[in-house]
Structure formats: structure tokens, C-alpha cells
């Protein structure tokens, strides 16, 4: 664990330099640690790919003091049940909502069957919650569906679509800007104001996607 200084009142702690699943599990055990121990004088703790930020109460803890306290805290075995359930998303994959399936295909030389196939023939595992409220980071795509921002981001994303930004894939919790390639879309409520963490997503879950028609996605109700 690298502690560094953030600000007066935050520090992030680096538990690596690249993002992988070993890095990825570190931070995990050590953010379910921390939030387990509930320590006096921590106000918020996000955890990210390779790091966690922490903000503090500096009247209670300057900076050596406050990093001696998580260096003694801090066990990285610590593991949570809860926060390694599965969580089941469907996502209907037809092309009226899956603005860049063709065009992923065509870079792709797979077809787009075969894209949903590989996309929802895996677990992803939430790696970090940034950008919006409820847009979960999920890793990591098989590399051959792997692909790059679109060059020119659209200005609105509608609610609810499923897209792959290099070997990582999200959903849309809410109408936004965008630049990720849209694959589908789902009706799962990923932003939810009467939850603690705004989301049904939390660092330490899996995803699991599930193909469905789009008769059932219509029930659902969705919208094309």
C-alpha cells in the first residue's frame, strides 16, 4: 500500500499502478475493511481500480496519524458474501437500441450473434462507481469484442444502454452524454435514490447479462 497525500483532508491510498483483477481485489478487501471497522473520524471512502481515496476529520487526525491508523487496520484478506453476489441484468440486444452492434461487427469480423454471445457468456466484476450515480465500471470484455471510444461522442446516451468502452463494459443509469459503443439496453433501475449507494452495483459484485427478446423487454417496459 503507496499512501499519498490528496488535500488537507484526503489521502489515496495505491495499491498498484496497473488495473488487474490481483490489484482489482486488493482494493476490494481493503474498501470492505475499512467499512466494516467503521472508524471514528473517516467521512467518505472510494474505492477505484487500483486506489482508494478517504477524506477525514482533520480535527481529529493530521496526515501521519490518520496513515498509521490504516496501515494498522487494513487487512487485505478481508472478504464479504454480500458483496460478491451475482447481480442478473437482461438486456434486450436488438439493433433499434444497439446503436454500434452492426458497426462492431464490421471491425470486429464477428457477427452479432456472436458479439452477444461472447458480451453475455461471461462474469464481470465491479471494479468502481464514478461519472454518474449508479454507472458501475464493470472488466473486463473479451478482447475480441474489446473497442475503442467512438471518436465523436453523442450528446445524449438514453437511459438504460449497455456499451463496451475498450475491455470494459457499463450501463447507462441515466440519460447522458456518451462516447461508448451501444450493444443494448435494459430496464434495470441502476440509480435509486432510496438506496444508501444510489445503486443495486457496488465495488465487490458481479454482472452477469442476459439476452432477452424484444417482446420481453417491451413487458419489461421498455422503449424503442
Known amino acids: ?13 495505491y495499491f498498484g499502478d496497473e488495473i488487474s483483477q490481483d490489484i482489482s481485489s486488493k ?4 474498501y470492505l475493511c475499512l467499512k466494516s ?9 472510494i474505492p477505484s481500480y487500483n486506489s482508494i481515496f478517504i477524506t477525514y476529520d482533520i480535527f481529529k487526525y493530521d496526515y501521519e496519524e490518520i496513515k498509521q491508523k490504516l496501515q494498522d487496520s487494513i487487512d487485505l484478506t478481508k472478504t464479504d458474501k454480500e458483496d460478491e453476489k451475482i447481480v442478473q ?15 462492431m461487427a464490421e471491425k470486429t469480423s464477428l457477427s452479432i ?21 449508479g454507472f458501475a465500471y464493470l ?25 463496451i468502452a475498450d475491455t470494459q463494459t457499463a450501463v447507462y443509469p441515466q440519460n447522458s452524454p456518451g462516447g461508448w459503443n451501444i450493444i443494448g439496453r435494459t430496464t434495470m433501475e441502476l440509480f ?3 438506496l444508501d449507494s444510489l445503486s443495486p452495483l457496488s465495488v465487490g459484485n458481479k454482472v452477469k ?7 420481453e423487454f417491451l413487458k419489461q417496459g421498455g422503449v424503442l
Open 192 to 194: 435509486d435514490k432510496k
Open 27 to 30: 482494493v476490494k478487501n481493503a
Open 209 to 215: 447479462f442476459n439476452p432477452i427478446s424484444k417482446e
Open 139 to 163: 472488466a473486463s470484455v473479451d478482447k475480441k469484442i474489446a473497442m475503442p471510444r467512438l471518436s465523436s461522442p453523442r450528446k445524449v446516451i438514453p437511459k438504460g444502454s449497455v456499451a
Open 1 to 13: 500500500m503507496n499512501f499519498k497525500i490528496a488535500s488537507v483532508d484526503s489521502l489515496i491510498i
Open 37 to 45: 471497522l467503521n472508524i471514528e473520524g473517516l467521512i467518505e471512502i
Open 113 to 133: 450473434e456472436e458479439i452477444i454471445e461472447i458480451h453475455s457468456n461471461k462474469l464481470y466484476d465491479v471494479y468502481a462507481i464514478g461519472f454518474l450515480p
Open 89 to 103: 441484468i437482461d438486456v434486450y440486444y436488438g439493433t433499434e437500441v444497439a446503436l454500434d452492434l452492426e458497426f
